[in-house]
């Protein structure tokens, strides 16, 4: 079985600062696979482990990306795929499942892709199902358990407030949720192993396809502006004293203004 | 793949409503979007169509014209019965190729996350997802969305200029619900579905309604919201007492969830839900943009926080400065002795 792995690498933005001014440091986040993608990887070695697979491991950035693919090899994928060039940058959703998707079709034969169901930095989701439409896959997503059959594969779809497990024909794509596995550690011996291996880079003109559908030409969005949310909303007013003092004021007050 | 469109042929402003056995699903969220996209299209000067597919929808599709919508496009059969992605899409993808909307708005629901983005890459259109704010450019009369970005840390306005329909997805618990008024009149319209079972690649093989949904954070009066400050010891289950005095749903924030303690069904936050009461009180929280954008548009905010210079005070109308374990048992006595 092959199975190809999206992923992305991220600024892990749980770590964000703000200077004086309030205004968001971006620089100097430590650069992190995704979360939900490495549940995907783990998906993937966990089939390798069970029915054997071959897995190749796609990421498309800037070439700073390839520590994220060795540490995707060190943790048990086979091959690394690395999409970059300048034309790339500045790919909305749909530009980036255009790349990706045009990348897997050279990548020949495959019976199932894997990504993450969104990514920590932009929360879109919608890469996965974006690149399942081109490819005309069948799409699997929000997966929280993944058999694979002969021929099929089944989930455990979380949907919403309904859980459902559906069944379609491989090849077909997955998005993998947390709740799916609990990625495991890069082995040792693998992360000394992982820098020996090739990592396979492809350009605008390795993947083919029309010049306008790639990178910020290619994308259908614009971004007008950036702003830091509407702070300070309201006027706090502080209610002091010990413990049974201020909650005394504090069941006042929330009276007079018949919230309880 | 050409991305050269007559922008002016596309008119009026579509909303994907979701159903559930025929009928509405019990978030709100598809009539929030409805409502919202009745203010832009009167913005627009334009009409308002609900697209609804599923089975046993003429009640349904009547109930949206009350609600605001000209027009409700139909679809009706046992295949739809249950949302699947590419019928559904397939579906949406040729009326919309024929009729040509300007703006397709779809609830930022588990389904309407699955089902945009594939009509956004098969229309060749861009696609805002998780908008928490739409308006009209009043010059250029297109659709001007927001949304967090940058793991909530900043917010985004993003347009859509040269493909259409423009889409976005939109988060539950941001828009206000419409009014119903019995005198609207509109008309409903069938879409013909010629998609059989056979056609299906997926097939839906068990369907199950979760249980921890059986409470709906989103439609609480009051909430009750844990951040790891008082998750020590046993305040956690001190908080609940304080819930149950407050008749109050229990929520919490992304770390508390991550301790086990919540559900992520009542996870407050960019990746949780959004929620607005009369009355959140937020204990032990220090309030990450995370967080606050989640619960900023609550009526009226208590903090408790030991930490006087925390982020949520900006957000509290009441301010309590302590530490959640003296501050919780004295609050649930004081409530019980105002009963007396």
């Known amino acids: ?80 795929v690395l999409l970059t060039d300048r034309k790339f940058g500045g790919a909305d959703c749909w530009a980036t499942a255009y790349t990706l998707g045009m990348a897997i079709k050279k990548l020949g034969h495959f019976d199932l892709i894997f990504s993450g169901v969104e990514a920590m930095d932009g929360n879109t989701a919608q890469v996965g199902p974006e690149i399942a439409d081109f ?126 | 793949m050409t991305a050269i469109k007559d922008l002016s042929a596309y008119k009026g402003v579509w909303v994907f409503i979701e159903q559930f056995e025929g009928k509405l699903t019990n978030s709100t969220l598809s009539l929030e979007i409805l409502g919202e996209g009745r203010k832009l299209a009167d913005k627009l000067g334009t009409d308002l169509t609900a697209v609804i597919l599923g089975e046993n929808l003429e009640k349904t599709a009547g109930d949206l014209i009350k609600y605001g919508a000209n027009t409700v496009l139909v679809a009706d059969a046992p295949v739809l019965a249950n949302y699947r992605t590419e019928l559904y899409t397939d579906i949406i993808c040729q009326a919309a190729k024929e009729r040509k909307p300007e703006i397709l708005l779809v609830g930022a629901s588990a389904t309407g996350r699955d089902l945009a983005p594939r009509i956004s890459f098969r229309l060749h259109t861009g696609c805002t997802a998780d908008c928490t704010e739409l308006d009209i450019d009043d010059e250029k009369k297109i659709l001007v969305s927001t949304r967090p970005a940058f793991g ?46 056979e056609d299906a690649k997926v097939k839906i093989l068990e369907v199950k309604k979760h249980e921890a949904s059986a409470q709906n954070i989103q439609e609480a009066v009051r909430v009750v919201s844990a951040g790891l400050g008082a998750c020590t010891g046993n305040c956690f289950d001190q908080l609940k007492e304080l819930a149950k005095e407050l008749d109050a749903e229990i929520g919490g924030t992304r770390p508390v969830f991550e301790t086990g303690l919540i559900s992520h069904d009542v996870q407050i936050g960019q990746t949780g839900k959004t929620v607005r009461p009369e009355l959140y009180m937020a204990v032990g929280i220090s309030g990450t943009v995370q967080h606050t954008t989640g619960m900023a548009n609550s009526r009226t905010v208590v903090a408790i926080n030991k930490d006087p210079n925390a982020e949520i005070f900006k957000f509290a109308h009441y301010g309590i400065v302590g530490d959640a374990k003296a501050v919780v048992p004295a609050l649930i006595a004081q409530l019980k002795a105002s009963r007396n």
């Open chain 2, 152 to 197: 909530g840390n900043v917010m985004a306005t993003i347009l859509c200029p040269d493909h259409r329909p423009q889409m976005s997805t939109v988060r539950p618990g941001v828009m206000m619900l419409p009014t119903w008024d019995e005198a609207r009149t509109g008309e409903v319209i069938k879409l013909e579905v010629t998609a059989k079972e």
């Open chain 1, 1 to 80: 079985m092959k199975i190809i792995v999206c992923i992305k690498q991220v600024p892990d933005v749980t770590e964000v600062k703000w200077d004086e001014n309030g205004s968001l440091i971006r620089t100097g986040l430590p650069s992190i696979i995704n979360p939900n993608d490495k549940n995907a990887i783990e998906a993937a070695l966990t089939l390798k482990e069970e029915k054997g697979a071959e897995i190749t491991v796609v990421s498309m950035g800037p070439p700073q990306v390839e520590e994220a693919l060795r540490e995707a090899m060190a943790m048990g994928c086979d091959h690394a």
């Open chain 1, 135 to 260: 490819l005309g896959l069948p799409l699997l997503s929000y997966a929280e358990a993944i058999e694979v059959g002969e021929g099929t594969v089944k989930i455990h779809q979380k949907l919403g407030d309904l859980t459902r497990v559906i069944e379609g024909p491989m090849p077909a794509l997955i998005t993998c949720e947390k709740e799916l596995n609990v990625p495991r550690i890069p082995r040792m011996d693998l992360v000394f192993e992982c820098f020996e291996k090739e990592i396979k880079v492809l350009g605008m003109a390795d993947v083919d396809g029309e010049l306008e559908n790639f990178g910020l030409k290619g994308s259908p969005t614009r971004l007008r502006k950036v702003f830091s949310p509407k702070r300070a909303k309201a006027q706090v007013e502080f209610l002091e004293g010990t413990p049974k003092e201020s909650s005394q004021k504090l069941v006042e007050k929330l009276h007079e203004i018949n919230a309880i």
